[in-house]
Nanobody, 124 residues
Framework: QVQLVESGGGLVQAGGSLRLSCAAS????????LGWFRQAPGKEREFVAG????????YSEDSVKGRFTISRDNTKNTVSLQMNSLKPTDTAAYYC?????????????????WGQGTQVTVSS
């Protein structure tokens, strides 16, 4: 059974940075796409960034392009999200997700396993 555990969330001022990490257990992340999603109160969960099985393809949602970077370390079974130039609108719970396929997707329904989430709060 795959388990995902996120860490690295917290409270930061606008313009600051945070690095989220997600540790996977129960199965190797090799050969599978991974993603980060976020959900603000009263809103639907939305795609933030995704990475293909090899790391060769990444894609980010328009509002975070140039500020957020997704990466993976298959040897450590982890995926990370480096978040720079944070804005109050980035405030949300952030979730790591695992897709039982090689290629990333922006759809919530295409991911098979989810972490419990980590809260990111950006103050103005």
């Amino acid at each position: 059974q795959v388990q995902l555990v996120e860490s690295g969330g917290g409270l930061v001022q606008a313009g600051g940075s945070l690095r989220l990490s997600c540790a996977a257990s129960g199965r190797s992340i090799n050969n599978y796409a991974l993603g980060w999603f976020r959900q603000a109160p009263g809103k639907e969960r939305e795609f933030v960034a995704g990475i293909s099985w090899s790391g060769g393809v990444t894609y980010s949602e328009d509002s975070v392009k140039g500020r957020f970077t997704i990466s993976r370390d298959n040897t450590k079974n982890t995926v990370s999200l480096q978040m720079n130039s944070l804005k109050p609108t980035d405030t949300a719970a952030y979730y790591c997700a695992w897709r039982m396929g090689r290629y990333l997707s922006i759809s919530v329904g295409d991911y098979d396993y989810w972490g419990q989430g980590t809260q990111v709060t950006v103050s103005s």
